[in-house]
């Protein structure tokens, strides 16, 4: 089965339906498969290596998401609501006698914890970055003479900065020249060519910015996807 944006509708359609059946099954990774169910409801690209981990997972669960549906009788829907209504009650006496616990320990534990100095901290879960959002400060912000925020946002800082500095030091020669600051100090025979080198320039490095966040976005979402980490090379 196909799950690239090139299928039909016919075949999205199944592909989004077993998505969400494998989601409700509780079949593979869920947060991953919610992460693919989105991109696949909003007509975006499913990376490669979440094409092969879903058709992995729908050809070894075949049975379990395609089975019908069991349908049950009044006494029996009633008594297994009683049976979870008796399990959450005991679930939050539990969870209660728990807390009284903790409270009663709650003083030493932090008698102790002052006294140590923490040695290793939890791992950080690396989140995926929204290419809309990179595309929204590379577009809107880069209008205002801020090139790289969109770098910026995707943790390409260094070259972030590097844009938004470029981008900086146009708008600032263009103001001094139009203002005459600068005028005098240029040869005559470039001053037809100053302004439209520089507005050519700018609007030059603004396509690229945006091109290029997209780009390196799309190449963090698939890394972060595959390994749970930022890229070692980022």
Request: glycine content about 6%; charged content about 25%.
């Amino acid at each position: 089965m196909s799950v690239t944006k090139s299928s039909g509708d016919n075949m999205s359609y199944d592909v989004i339906r077993s998505v969400r059946q494998l989601i409700e099954s509780g079949v593979g990774d869920v947060t991953r498969l919610g992460h693919i169910l989105d991109r696949l409801e909003s007509g975006k690209y499913v990376y490669l290596s979440d094409q092969r981990y879903l058709e992995n997972l729908l050809s070894t669960n075949e049975y379990a998401i395609n089975k019908p549906p069991v349908t049950e009788s009044p006494a029996v829907n009633l008594e297994k609501d009683l049976r979870d209504i008796n399990l959450r009650l005991e679930k939050i006496l539990q969870d209660k006698a728990r807390n009284e616990k903790k409270i009663t320990d709650s003083v030493s534990v932090k008698q102790i914890e002052s006294t140590k100095t923490p040695q290793v901290n939890k791992e950080k879960v690396v989140r995926t970055k929204s290419e809309d959002t990179t595309l929204l400060f590379s577009v809107v912000l880069g209008l205002v003479s801020l090139h790289g925020i969109g770098h910026i946002y995707i943790r390409k800082i260094a070259k972030g900065i590097g844009l938004l500095v470029l981008s900086l030091s146009i708008f600032i020669l263009s103001g001094l020249y139009l203002l005459g600051i600068i005028k005098d100090s240029i040869p005559p025979i470039l001053h037809a060519y100053f302004i439209p080198t520089l507005i050519g320039g700018y609007f030059g490095l603004y396509a690229f910015q945006i091109l290029d966040s997209r780009r390196l976005c799309a190449t963090y979402n698939a890394y972060v996807l595959e390994h749970g980490k930022i890229p070692p090379w980022w």
